[in-house]
């Protein structure tokens, strides 16, 4: 099935409606200069993805995206701090070897098509997908407080450690995940590394790469998950 950007998801609050649409290679071309301006070369050609599995994760909205630098870097995916219509946000995207493995493509599909139906304040928002250094990326809120695990393991990150700022953002959590739990989904990989912070002081839950959502007969008649 195709993937459908934007659908379910958000758009930053503030932002003009996305510019109309342009071909895709009008798109993977600016995509392409601008992973080039942080150094980010394109995947190599026999690793790419066919013009229409990618035409699947490309998105005419995201044409002006501007990539800044690199924030995170995990086993399967890099996320980047970028510019969309003057709106920082955050751009995760499948690494070369992953695209090459269709556990962790549908994997990346599934990430984005459970976070697309959330919205919470406690929930990190997705704007939607596009494709950046030729493989899929996705397109969330940029949360300029970093991850809980890096503030906790910072010794100058007092405002974290107070009795008053950690009640604070275990209730943030604990709202999103209730609020994923009313929808049917369990996270399975609640830890400090996927709760973002705001620089105010609260959290949101991210990372629903290996999140499941539940149909009903996976479910007893009390309704606890199986």
């Known amino acids: 099935h195709r993937v459908a950007p934007f659908v379910g998801a958000h758009q930053p609050v503030g932002v003009a409606p996305p510019p109309p649409c342009c071909s895709h290679s009008a798109v993977n071309a600016a995509s392409s200069q601008s992973a080039a301006a ?25 044409r002006a995206l501007q990539l800044n630098k690199r924030i995170a870097d995990g086993s399967r995916s890099t996320v980047w701090h ?4 003057s709106t920082p ?32 304040p406690a929930v990190c928002a997705l704007y939607g997908t596009t494709v950046i250094g030729g493989a899929p990326a996705i397109v969330l809120e940029y949360m300029p407080g970093g991850s809980l695990h890096h503030a906790l ?46 620089v105010e002081g609260h ?24």
């Not at 209730?171 to 705001?198: C, E, F, P, W």
């Open 82 to 85: 970028a510019v969309w219509q």
């Open 89 to 120: 946000v955050a751009i995760k995207q499948l690494k070369a070897e992953a695209c090459m493995d269709p556990a962790a493509l549908r994997s990346f599909e599934q990430e984005f098509n459970i976070a697309a139906k959330l919205r919470h």
């Open 38 to 62: 942080v150094g980010m070369a394109a995947l190599p050609h026999a690793l790419a993805l066919s013009a229409a599995e990618l035409a699947r994760w490309d998105s005419p909205q995201f």
């Open 203 to 226: 959290d949101k839950v991210t990372d629903f790469g290996i999140a499941k959502i539940l149909t009903d007969h996976k479910r007893t008649e009390t309704g606890t998950a199986m």
């Open 153 to 198: 393991h910072n010794r100058h990150r007092h405002d974290v450690l107070r009795p008053d700022a950690l009640s604070l953002i275990a209730l943030d959590v604990a709202m999103g995940i209730a609020y994923l739990h009313s929808n049917q989904g369990i996270h399975r990989d609640v830890k400090a590394a996927n709760v973002l912070l705001t």
